[in-house]
């Protein structure tokens, strides 16, 4: 749903919190990404620490309207998806969700991981909220293996990539409720690239200012990445919800861009609040 006319100022940032937006084409993308790095993370037997700065309650129901009618909505009943991230993504959410001629709820990241890796992957979930953490904890009680932490997940992003594991991956996914945001997100993710872990950063758009301004800061740290950012209402439509948004990669997985490449023509096509219109950019910065 979008937020309420009178939260909203013109200069203010939206709220990307995950009850408000849940299933809308900003989770499409992230959720396709996310399942698609740890998928390529887990190949070949190898095992998988995951981490999660912004976990989230775990789980949200979706109202008869919303903005999930232009996201996952957009997908729920295509019956002819071809063979891809994005069929793999829509597949998920549909058995982790009650089945249902529209989608009735919506796994967050920490499902959707704990269904890609399966039950013996170690998982740190991190939430800043109390009530929000109880709801979590709630959603995995008796998974032995999900370490649920209250606390802020920047500051836990380090210590939680400590685990033991073949490979780790951590998704940073932010309210993006503060300007400030675009300094100590990025400031996060730098310190995070020193370590040997697969990153992975959602970020929204609704123009190309903060989000250049924040890979210019990140490469001028001396991190190596790539972005897939997919616009899906064009950026000269000022509005109260996302235009689009991108993923961040750091050390993605073999193959694992050539997905998302192939991705976003089923996602933006589906997706694009004007029929046939939308855009992507695979961009890579730094030094590998």
Known sequence: ????????????????????????????????????????????GRRVAYVDTHAGEGRYALGPTGEWTEGIGRLW??????????????????????????P????????????????????????????????LAASFAGDRNARIVLG??????????????????????????????WVTVPDAVVRAAGTTATLVLWYPVKSLTRPNAMIARLEAAGVAGTIAELVTTPLTHQRNRL???????????????E????????????????????SFRLQAFGRP
């Not at 013109?10 to 084409?25: C, E, L, T």
Request: with cysteine.
């Open 1 to 44: 749903m979008s937020l309420p006319t009178s939260r909203y100022r013109p200069d203010a940032a939206p709220d990307y919190g995950h009850r408000f937006h849940a299933g809308n084409v900003g989770d499409v993308w992230k959720h396709t990404a996310l399942v698609a790095v740890l998928a390529g993370a887990a190949a070949d």
């Open 77 to 102: 009943d295509v019956p002819d998806l071809p063979d891809g991230a994005v069929a793999d993504y829509v597949r998920l959410v549909r058995e982790l969700g009650r089945r249902a001629p529209r």
């Open 104 to 135: 009735v709820d919506y796994p967050g990241s920490p499902a959707l991981a704990r269904a890609v890796l399966g039950p013996q992957a170690w998982m740190t979930l991190v939430e800043r909220d109390e009530a929000t953490r109880d709801a």
């Open 152 to 181: 802020c997940g920047l500051a836990e992003l380090v210590p939680a990539l400590g685990v033991a594991a073949d490979v780790t991956v951590a998704l940073v996914d932010p309210p993006w409720t503060q300007k400030s945001d």
């Open 243 to 257: 235009n689009g948004s991108g993923v961040l990669v750091v050390r993605p997985p073999d193959g694992v861009l």
């Open 259 to 278: 997905r998302l490449a192939a991705a976003a023509p089923v996602i933006g096509a589906a997706c694009a609040t004007q029929p046939g219109t939308w």
